[in-house]
């Protein structure tokens, strides 16, 4: 079973709309999550953190993380065709002793 | 500040050679993690040194190895490559505990043929 899980899409939204990206965990111990973007040929970067229950803003960017449910969410707002990226979800657990671990990601195009 | 430099970009090696990958993190990063990206795999967890000490491994075999210096530069090898093994690696750097999130050097870009 994978720790980490994402829809890998690809996801198509148009211009101006709202994207949501949603992964799942099964490590209940997990207790900090990211979300990176990465763009073709590129690494990746990171755009947010979450550490606690609930919704983080920033910017057009809001993380959503839900323990009890065991999910992470990332909206984007009037997405732009610069979004259109993978965006990866990853967790770590025992408060940053252990490894980062990565979901497959999830490939977002944004259509003008 | 400069970010995590990874040398080289790109290899091409023969199946049984071995390789080197060098990587940098920012200054002050004292942990440092290697990924494995496939398309199908996603980013697979290798290692993460801290402090010149590894502190996680991940489900690679003992032909993928590594190791920290002092001033935190970290180097993994591959030893006896096989096909399987090219894909780009991702080296990332942490000012110490993972759930600061790491930065990602551009990565090394391996083709065993």
């Known amino acids: 079973q994978k720790e980490v899980e994402q829809n890998s899409g690809p996801l198509s939204v148009p211009e101006g709309a709202i994207a949501s990206l949603n992964c799942t965990y099964s490590?209940?111990?997990?207790?900090?999550f990211f979300w990176y973007r990465q763009y073709s040929g590129k690494s990746p970067e990171l755009i947010m953190s979450?550490?606690?229950?609930g919704d983080k803003e920033d910017g057009r960017f809001t993380a959503q993380l839900n323990k009890a449910s065991q999910y992470v969410s990332l909206l984007i707002r009037d997405s732009q065709p610069s979004d259109s990226a993978t965006y990866l979800c990853?967790?770590?657990?025992?408060?940053?002793?252990?490894?980062?671990?990565f979901g497959t990601g999830t490939r977002l195009t944004i259509i003008p | 500040k400069a970010g995590v430099t990874q040398t080289p970009r790109y290899l091409i090696k023969t199946r049984g050679q071995q390789v080197t990958l060098s990587c940098s993190p920012i200054?002050?990063?004292?942990?440092v993690s290697w990924y494995q990206q496939t398309p199908g795999q996603g980013l697979q967890f290798l290692f993460e040194?801290?402090?010149?000490?590894?502190?996680n491994k991940g489900n690679f075999p003992g032909r993928f190895s590594g190791r920290q210096f002092s001033n935190s530069r970290s180097e993994m090898n591959v030893s006896t490559l096989e096909l399987g093994d090219s894909a780009l690696y991702l080296c990332a750097s942490s000012e110490g505990a993972s759930n600061y999130g790491y930065t990602f050097g551009s990565g090394t870009r391996l083709t065993v043929v």
């Open positions: 990853a967790g770590t657990a025992n408060f940053g002793n252990e490894k980062l671990t």
């Open positions: 040194y801290f402090s010149e000490t590894q502190r």
């Open positions: 979450i550490y606690s229950n």
């Open positions: 200054s002050g990063h004292r942990s």
């Open positions: 490590d209940r111990g997990s207790q900090s």
